[in-house]
């Protein structure tokens, strides 16, 4: 039986229409799942960025913490040695009820904190005073119940720091006893010396106890559901992860290590890069291929460590299951356009080639990244069906990209601003100064950093509660950028600390008046739920090139000037060069 040309070229145009159809389908689906792989890999190391800017503000805020306990007198009247005065035994004794106070304030406002103790330099360690949490809640041991710590690691080292250092101890499972619910738990401890002004000797130390499960299990809820969190300190041993039974297998005479399950974190644990980005496949059945990003971090305080490596995963599978809608309405395309060969391949091949070859072609450069191209979108026939099925997989393409970089954005947002005041964090703050530093040092000028410390918050937090508080904190943040430039920075360090960074005119004059203004807007009522709230602050200023060459002289400076400003008395104002 001989085949005429028409049923020939039809057969040939059908056959190149499916072969068209397959691989234009299976080219965009390829490059969808490339862009999702692409922007995961992104969003997974922000991700990473994010949580372990939060780990280092959350060990600022602890050291922030022990600062205050270490420099408390009634610290040093409890670590003085007992004496024969009744008087003198009975204030020491009130000293002590007092920091047990403080310590049980602290834990319940820090869930994450097993254990707090003031520890003596003196009586082999002797613990004074100590707060723990136990199953019924928090618990002060007293009496033979508190326990000699002088042959412990810490308690030497930390006594041998400097006044206001913090000692940072290895992440380990916490084998000392009567330490109620930290017992046999992971845990790290941080700790900072007592010391008397101009003491060579330092009297003791504040030691806590952090639950570390319980601190990432926090951290882990504001990620995206399914995400894995992963430490590992420098040697590689891992701490936390997702399967408990590998973590601190040196604790049990094993040596349980990321390189290990995961080589490509190998050079991060090393030091040879600071972050990777990689997939990972699944070593046997209980293991799923994975996309992680592992960063590492200098411990910037005193510590037996010198470095961890922080790590989240996600299952390739959560992320490949984006693409499944995308590829269903592939399939269906690819499916119609096969149907519309077949079916025009019994016409005029000649008439069809043009619109198909438009739209294949439409398909391939949109795969590869370029432009798609005139599509006949105006057509009323099943090739213009196709067409507009192409342009919604396109725009759908493309609103899911759209989606995935609002999402690195608001990240991106997050890791630079107060997530309570949206005011800039230090991270930005710091970036900014050092900015400002280098244009004055380089054009001329000065730079002035006003730290704001607020007076009575903690009176009014403790009366009416944290919402009322925080409230407090965002009407005062609208006060100070309602009182400063667009050109100035207003910025939140935490608690009730803010910073103006002011980089012209800063004469003295104009810097008094900057002040002035703010302590006025500051002590201003502040009308929460019926009551009329007083507040008042205290202003230190630090000035470049006066009081430093360098963002962290400049801050330090600042922040010892507000000090001084609150020893005089609230409401004040101080430069540092004025009170040298």
Do not use: W
């Amino acid at each position: 039986m001989k085949y005429g040309i028409a049923f020939k070229l039809g057969v040939l145009l059908a056959v190149v229409g499916v072969v068209a159809a397959g691989l234009s389908g299976f080219y965009a689906y390829q490059a969808s799942r490339d862009i999702l792989l692409k922007s995961a890999r992104q969003e997974l190391l922000t991700s990473t960025r994010v949580l372990a800017r939060r780990i280092t503000l959350s060990r600022e805020e602890i050291s922030r913490n022990l600062q205050v306990l270490a420099t408390h007198p009634a610290a040093l009247q409890a670590l003085r040695a007992a004496s024969a005065g009744p008087a003198a035994d009975q204030a020491r004794e009130q000293a002590a009820d007092q920091i047990a106070t403080l310590f049980t304030q602290l834990m319940q406002a820090n869930p994450s904190y097993f254990q707090l103790r003031l520890i003596a330099a003196s009586d082999y360690g002797l613990e004074r005073v100590r707060v723990d949490r136990g199953q019924a809640g928090l618990l002060r041991v007293s009496g033979d119940a508190l326990q000699e710590k002088g042959h412990f690691e810490y308690v030497a080292d930390t006594l041998m720091l400097a006044t206001g250092e913090t000692y940072l101890s290895r992440v380990s499972i916490n084998h000392e006893l009567g330490a109620n619910t930290g017992q046999e738990q992971p845990t790290l401890q941080l700790a900072m010396p007592v010391r008397a002004d101009g003491a060579d000797q330092a009297l003791g130390l504040i030691v806590v106890n952090i639950d570390l499960k319980g601190m990432f299990a926090l951290l882990q809820a504001d990620l995206p559901a399914g995400y894995q969190v992963f430490l590992v300190n420098g040697e590689g041993d891992i701490l936390i992860h997702p399967d408990a039974s590998k973590t601190f297998g040196f604790d049990r005479g094993q040596r349980a290590l990321i390189q290990d399950e995961m080589p490509q974190a190998a050079e991060v644990v090393s030091g040879k890069v600071n972050a990777a980005v990689f997939e990972t496949a699944g070593k046997d059945a209980a293991d799923s291929p994975r996309v992680a990003a592992f960063i590492g971090q200098p411990i910037k305080v005193r510590s037996n460590e010198s470095r961890m490596v922080l790590g989240v995963a996600q299952p390739l599978a959560d992320i490949l299951i984006r693409s499944q809608p995308l590829a269903q309405q592939l399939l269906q395309i690819v499916s119609l356009l096969c149907l519309l060969c077949l079916l025009l391949a019994v016409g005029l091949a000649r008439a069809i080639t043009r619109p198909i070859n438009a739209v294949s072609k439409a398909a391939q450069r949109f795969a590869e990244g370029q432009a798609a191209g005139p599509l006949p979108l105006a057509r009323k026939d099943e090739i213009g069906s196709l067409a507009r099925s192409f342009a919604r997989m396109q725009a759908q393409i493309t609103e899911q990209l759209a989606d995935l970089r609002q999402k690195q954005e608001e990240l991106e947002h997050l890791a630079q601003h107060d997530m309570l005041t949206g005011l800039p964090n230090r991270r930005l703050l710091e970036e900014r100064l050092d900015t400002a530093i280098a244009n004055a040092r380089r054009h001329g000028g000065g730079i002035c950093v006003l730290f704001i410390d607020l007076d009575r918050f903690k009176q009014l937090n403790d009366r009416y509660g944290h919402d009322a508080g925080d409230a407090v904190l965002k009407i005062v943040a609208g006060r100070l950028l309602g009182m400063m430039r667009e050109v100035d920075t207003v910025a939140r360090l935490g608690g009730d600390e803010f910073v103006v960074l002011l980089d012209s005119q800063t004469g003295v004059e104009h810097v008094l008046a900057v002040a002035d203004k703010l302590l006025n807007g500051l002590t201003a009522p502040i009308s929460y739920q019926g009551q009329e709230l007083a507040l008042g602050a205290s202003i230190g200023i630090g000035r470049y090139p006066q009081d430093g060459q360098t963002r962290a002289e400049i801050m330090v400076k600042a922040d010892k000037a507000m000090y001084e400003a609150k020893a005089v008395g609230q409401g004040g104002v101080r430069f540092y060069s004025a009170v040298q």
